[in-house]
């Protein structure tokens, strides 16, 4: 009889002993999970300090009973693998109850013991015990418990990441006044800035102080009458007080104990994997939080915090156990993630153009991008909600090579069907053929992403050229040092007057589209006209009726609608 360990308890963890047992129902399966619960929801952890779910049992999927009971397995909770012993197929375990240490075998071995906060040293005080991380049903239930009692009125979260934008809507949304630090330019880093400052202005309408562009230098906390309060230092000399401080800047991965074992890691300490989970020691396999997996856009391994390809290798793991044959190996990830705030929801597949420029490739060049900004059905059906999209596309080939979106509604749609696509090698033209399932009520006869796939085909072709905001602001810029003057381009709104009215924009003249025709002598004919109008459709027209009379077009990508939002 075969006898597998796995060491975490979590999603990959449960996952590969649940399916293993499926496969296998005489194979002997141990579970050793360093915390008291196995197969909890770490994902909704912001939402139980908000009160969002009932309670902190709603985050247990699965008791440690009723896990044992359903799949047959042995489980340790509180019990810790301090050692692996590759050469005779054994493990040392810490009983955590008593500080007991015993020693296990095993014909395999699954790694899936998670990752850790991360806690920089560079920040002074980061390790007291006051500053709190947020990473198990524990340290959200002690930070719950503290909002509900009034204990906590203001806090400070270090991380505009997915679980910093979460925390800091939960703690608004619970009475706390919230100070989001973020080091970048704006929160949701993993997103083009342009897409991430969408996010940013909204948390601050929504009562979050946010500060970009700044980091944690260092915490000081001080007691007053029997009262603690912590105070953060930034790097731009400002400092924050408040009852709570919470670091949310990302993980480091929980492989301390593989030394000596041949297994090897990447710089970060990340185990590196095979497509089949392999870590390159005999019968040895790591998944989830822990391990790096391959990026199907890249093909090089990433980190990737993430329940999905957790739950997808653990699947691959155990069919490799089980015997199955013709088990087909790990594709990749996309990537894919997505975050809702106060009712904005932003979600990326793949990479984004500030990513990919980072990596050395050049924009128009070695790729180029596409921005629609759409409705998530038919405006004429109530209920539509505003979508921004953007794609990034490889310059030779079409290929997709990521997708970002932004709206009220629907970017769940969006980033999934993308990522299906970016998993096949797909192309603008593929997100052009998309066969979307249309109703009023659910669509439009070409959704978004068709309308996605269309711009970047014309684009492609030569059709049309866009102009995003940063770049304008950088000429409106100029144009404001230069009396209002811009020696190569020449601005144009094509709404109707009552439009500009309620929202313009600076430094654009203003010729509705219907009398576009009429007007041409009013546009030069030596500068670069750019384009805009409420969100697009109206400034490629008129750039196409322009071309047709020789004029150099291009269009603001999102229109004044985009505009007003990142403005």
């Known amino acids: 009889m075969s006898r597998t360990i796995i060491i975490g308890g979590s999603a990959a963890g449960a996952t590969v002993a649940a399916r293993l047992r499926r496969l296998d129902e005489h194979q002997e399966i141990v579970i050793y999970e360093k915390g008291p619960d196995i197969s909890y929801a770490s994902c909704g952890l912001p939402y139980h300090i908000g009160g969002v779910l009932p309670g902190k049992q709603s985050l247990v999927v699965t008791?440690?009973?009723?896990?044992?009971?359903?799949?047959?397995?042995?489980?340790?909770?509180?019990?810790?693998?301090?050692?692996?012993?590759?050469?005779?197929?054994?493990?040392?375990?810490?009983?955590?109850?008593?500080?007991?240490?015993?020693?296990?075998?095993?014909?395999?071995?699954?790694?899936?013991?998670?990752?850790?906060?991360?806690?920089?040293?560079?920040?002074?005080?980061?390790?007291?015990?006051?500053?709190?991380?947020?990473?198990?049903?524990?340290?959200?239930?002690?930070?719950?418990?503290?909002?509900?009692?009034?204990?906590?009125?203001?806090?400070?979260?270090?991380?505009?990441?997915f679980i910093g934008v979460e925390l800091a809507e939960n703690l608004i949304r619970s009475g706390v006044r919230v100070t989001l630090v973020e080091?970048?330019?704006e929160v949701l880093g993993v997103m083009d800035s342009e897409l991430g400052r969408l996010m940013t202005k909204h948390l601050v309408r929504?009562?979050?102080?946010?500060?970009t562009g700044t980091g944690i230098k260092s915490f000081i906390v001080s007691s007053a009458d029997g009262t603690e309060t912590v105070d953060a230092?930034?790097?731009?000399?400002?400092?924050?007080?408040?009852?709570?401080?919470?670091?949310?800047?990302?993980?480091?991965?929980?492989?301390?104990?593989?030394?000596?074992?041949?297994?090897?890691?990447?710089?970060?300490?990340?185990?590196?994997?095979?497509?089949?989970?392999?870590?390159?020691?005999?019968?040895?396999?790591?998944?989830?939080?822990?391990?790096?997996?391959?990026?199907?856009?890249?093909?090089?391994?990433?980190?990737?915090?993430?329940?999905?390809?957790?739950?997808?290798?653990?699947?691959?793991?155990?069919?490799?156990?089980?015997?199955?044959?013709?088990?087909?190996?790990?594709?990749?990830?996309?990537?894919?993630?997505?975050?809702?705030?106060?009712?904005?929801?932003?979600?990326?597949?793949?990479?984004?153009?500030?990513?990919?420029?980072?990596?050395?490739?050049?924009?128009?060049?070695?790729?180029?991008?596409?921005?629609?900004?759409?409705?998530?059905?038919?405006?004429?059906?109530?209920?539509?909600?505003?979508?921004?999209?953007?794609?990034?596309?490889?310059?030779?080939?079409?290929?997709?090579?990521?997708?970002?979106?932004?709206?009220?509604?629907?970017?769940?749609?969006?980033?999934?069907?993308a990522s299906a696509l970016i998993l096949k090698h797909g192309t603008y033209r593929d997100l052009a053929d998309f066969d979307a399932a249309y109703a009023p009520q659910f669509n439009a006869p070409k959704s978004p992403l068709n309308m996605l796939g269309f711009t970047a085909e014309n684009i492609d072709l030569g059709l049309e050229s866009q102009t995003d905001i940063q770049t304008l602001l950088r000429i409106t810029g100029d144009m404001e040092r230069n009396g209002g003057s811009s020696g190569e381009y020449y601005l144009l709104d094509v709404r109707e007057p009552s439009e500009v009215r309620s929202m313009s924009l600076p430094y654009f003249s203003n010729i509705p589209l219907g009398t576009l025709r009429d007007s041409l002598a009013e546009i030069p004919k030596d500068k670069t006209v750019i384009i805009t109008c409420a969100v697009g459709v109206r400034a490629w027209n008129a750039a196409r009726i322009l071309a047709g009379y020789g004029y150099r077009t291009s269009v603001l990508t999102g229109g004044a609608s985009f505009y007003a939002m990142y403005r």
């Open 233 to 417: 230092e930034l790097t731009d000399g400002t400092h924050v007080e408040s009852d709570l401080a919470v670091l949310a800047l990302g993980i480091r991965p929980n492989t301390d104990f593989l030394k000596n074992t041949g297994i090897s890691t990447d710089e970060k300490g990340f185990i590196r994997v095979t497509p089949y989970f392999e870590t390159g020691v005999d019968g040895i396999y790591a998944a989830g939080d822990i391990a790096a997996v391959s990026h199907v856009v890249t093909g090089k391994p990433v980190s990737s915090a993430l329940a999905g390809p957790a739950v997808r290798g653990a699947r691959i793991i155990a069919g490799r156990i089980a015997g199955l044959k013709d088990v087909p190996g790990f594709p990749g990830t996309a990537g894919s993630g997505i975050v809702q705030a106060f009712n904005l929801q932003a979600g990326i597949t793949g990479f984004g153009a500030e990513y990919l420029e980072a990596s050395g490739l050049v924009r128009d060049r070695d790729f180029f991008t596409a921005f629609v900004s759409q409705k998530s059905h038919v405006g004429w059906f109530p209920g539509a909600g505003f979508l921004f999209i953007k794609g990034m596309f490889e310059k030779k080939s079409g290929r997709i090579l990521g997708v970002e979106a932004v709206g009220s509604v629907s970017v769940d749609k969006v980033i999934d069907a």
């Open 183 to 185: 080091l970048k330019p």
């Open 206 to 211: 929504s009562g979050v102080d946010v500060r």
């Open 63 to 161: 008791s440690v009973g009723a896990f044992v009971t359903k799949y047959n397995v042995e489980v340790k909770p509180l019990h810790e693998v301090l050692e692996i012993h590759p050469e005779n197929r054994t493990v040392t375990v810490k009983r955590l109850a008593d500080g007991k240490t015993i020693t296990d075998s095993y014909d395999s071995l699954v790694i899936a013991a998670g990752a850790s906060p991360a806690v920089p040293g560079f920040i002074k005080g980061a390790n007291l015990p006051q500053i709190k991380t947020l990473r198990t049903i524990a340290d959200a239930d002690c930070i719950r418990k503290d909002v509900i009692s009034g204990k906590i009125r203001s806090a400070v979260i270090a991380g505009g990441g």
